[in-house]
């Protein structure tokens, strides 16, 4: 597929190969030639080994592959999930009605804003009082879920801390390990606490399990205390769940892709409506953007054109995300899902095998942290890996001379990946020669930096809106359906069928002998 255009990508990779980026900034006019803006959010991607001729044909691959064609397929609500025969519409869910999103011929404004209103009205109810359990005010609430149902929700709600005034103490629970649960609502008051199963399917196996047990933790409150986030109406009402604790959405909208929709309502209670809608008329500015802006000042399409050239070119098969804000901490772990389950596909739409690399392994952990762990591979490692630095220009905390120091940490790494340092320099230092190797930084490495003015839930909206984009773009030039998400199943099948077996219900007879070895030194070591 768009052979000539890999193939000219490939023309211009061979031909920047042996350049290193100290060359390439002999421009002067680098940065400005590389980086784009939208409002007080900047992209540079001058220190990515490209050039204005890798730029260009990147560009064409972007247009070649389709890309405003099938985003504007997504944005017109038609089934572009099509192993799933569905639409793609979590950007209807943070859309004002007159932008005009429709599914099966109704406005979706007219599903999305009565929920909307509701969870909205129910969260400021809880943090005002007016929504109390019985025995008064609700001082904490348990998010359980998992995936989507979690990582959205954990991330904003932990991002927007600052945000949350009276609100209540938000808590998440969802691994199946018991201990999460007993962690959790270790020191908690079952009276006072407010418990949300947010599940799209209402059927996950963790997230079913850790809900009846906070059921029965709830006790008598449960009847009170409970809420549900779910597409699946009859499931919560088989729960047990009243009908005016549900708040729905709809097959349209992926699990990695729910924030903005009742699956938000933690961090709604944590942070207030206002709040909420701020952060979806964040994520709304990108869309605004995506969908119009020319593809070559286009920051979703800019960030995946990077990606493309990191992965398909310079065979780079992972990236580390660095967000310089602490608040950030589980960003890397939610665009991990974001990413990975959407573009971590091996056929393309027609159910080809892909004959190039899809997506890559997200991974990071926020700066200045990282940088005492895991950079020294990033800069003196045998393998190149691409670095997202994530930054804000001003402080989130009343340590302001502190947040200076973040940022002359973050824009040093970007520096050294880049320019690195030579022998000679080493040299200069006064170095013995044995150790000048040892002392060397190679540079070369790319970077991009995203810069926003403060991290607030306007800023967060887009931020996550522009790695959404960013996916789908990279989505559609690999050719793959960004929005199933099979390579889950088997494990799921697999698990449910050796719960008996590891319950010693039913005998391991047939299963591997790998398995069968294993549950065995299982059962040894509970003494059965
Ligand atoms: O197993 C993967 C997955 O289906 C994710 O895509 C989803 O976010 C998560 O499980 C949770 O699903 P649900 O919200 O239906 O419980």
């Known amino acids: 597929m768009h052979d ?34 939208l409002d007080d959010l900047t992209i540079d991607f001058s220190k990515e080994r490209i050039d204005a001729g890798a730029f260009e044909a990147l560009l064409g691959l ?11 397929a997504m944005f017109a609500g038609e089934r572009i999930n099509s192993t799933e025969d569905r639409e793609v519409l979590h950007v209807a869910l943070r859309a004002e009605r007159s932008d005009g999103f429709m599914v099966d011929g109704a406005p979706t404004a007219e599903l999305v804003e009565p929920v909307l209103d509701a969870f909205l ?12 359990a019985k025995a008064g005010r609700f001082t904490d609430v348990i998010n359980i879920g998992i995936g989507g149902s979690d990582l959205g929700p954990v991330m904003v709600a932990r991002a927007l801390s600052p945000y949350r005034g009276q609100g209540p103490n938000v808590h998440f629970v969802s691994n199946v390990d018991g201990a999460h649960l007993s962690d959790v609502t270790a020191g908690l008051d079952p009276a006072t606490t407010l418990v949300l199963v947010a599940s799209k399917t209402f059927t996950t196996q963790e997230t079913m399990t850790n809900a009846a047990a906070a059921k029965a933790w709830l006790g008598a409150a449960a009847a009170q205390n409970m809420a549900a986030l779910s597409t699946n109406l009859e499931a919560t009402e088989a729960f047990g769940i009243p009908q005016v604790r549900v708040f729905g959405f709809w097959d349209w909208v992926g699990g990695r892709y729910s924030v903005w929709s009742a699956i938000g309502l933690s961090v709604a209670l944590s942070v207030g409506s206002d709040h909420f809608r701020a952060f979806l008329s964040g994520a709304r500015s990108m869309d605004q953007h995506f969908k119009t802006a020319p593809l070559a000042d286009n920051l979703p399409v800019l960030l995946a054109l990077i990606g493309i050239w990191r992965r398909n070119m310079m065979g780079c ?24 389950e959407s573009n971590g596909k091996r056929v393309a739409l027609d159910g080809s095998a892909l004959e190039r690399s899809s997506g890559p392994v997200i991974w990071g952990e926020p700066g200045t942290n990282a940088q005492h762990s895991f950079f020294q591979l990033i800069h003196q490692g045998t393998d190149i890996i691409p670095v997202d ?23 040093a790494q ?3 990946l880049a320019f690195g340092k030579t022998a000679d320099e080493v040299r200069a230092e006064g170095v013995t020669e044995a150790l000048v190797p040892h002392k060397v930084f190679p540079g070369n490495r790319p970077s991009t930096t995203i810069v926003q003015r403060r991290l607030d839930p306007f800023a967060l909206g887009r931020l996550i809106a522009l790695y959404e984009h960013k996916v789908f773009v990279q989505g559609t030039i690999w050719g793959v359906n960004s929005y199933d998400q099979w390579g889950v199943e088997l ?17 391991p007879d047939g299963k591997d002998a790998s398995t069968q070895g294993l549950l065995g030194r299982i059962a040894e070591l509970n003494g059965s």
């Open 414 to 416: 970007s520096e050294a």
């Open 491 to 507: 494990g799921k099948a697999l698990a449910q069928a050796l719960v008996p077996i590891v319950r010693g219900q039913t005998s």
């Open 4 to 37: 000539d255009h890999w193939s000219s990508l490939q023309t211009h990779w061979d031909r920047l190969k042996p350049a290193h980026l100290r060359d390439l900034f002999k421009d002067e006019g680098r940065f400005g030639h590389f980086s784009r803006q």
């Open 62 to 72: 972007a247009k070649a592959a389709g890309v405003e064609a099938r985003r504007d």
């Open 317 to 340: 098969a992972t990236v580390a995300m660095m967000p310089y804000d602490q608040r950030l901490e589980r960003l890397p772990a939610y665009v991990q899902q974001l990413d990975m």
């Open 121 to 132: 009205a129910f969260a400021d109810q809880v943090r005002s009082g007016d929504i109390a």
């Open 389 to 411: 630095f994530i930054v804000s220009a001003t402080s989130g905390s009343d340590y302001v001379d502190q947040h200076e120091l973040l940022l002359a940490n973050c824009l």
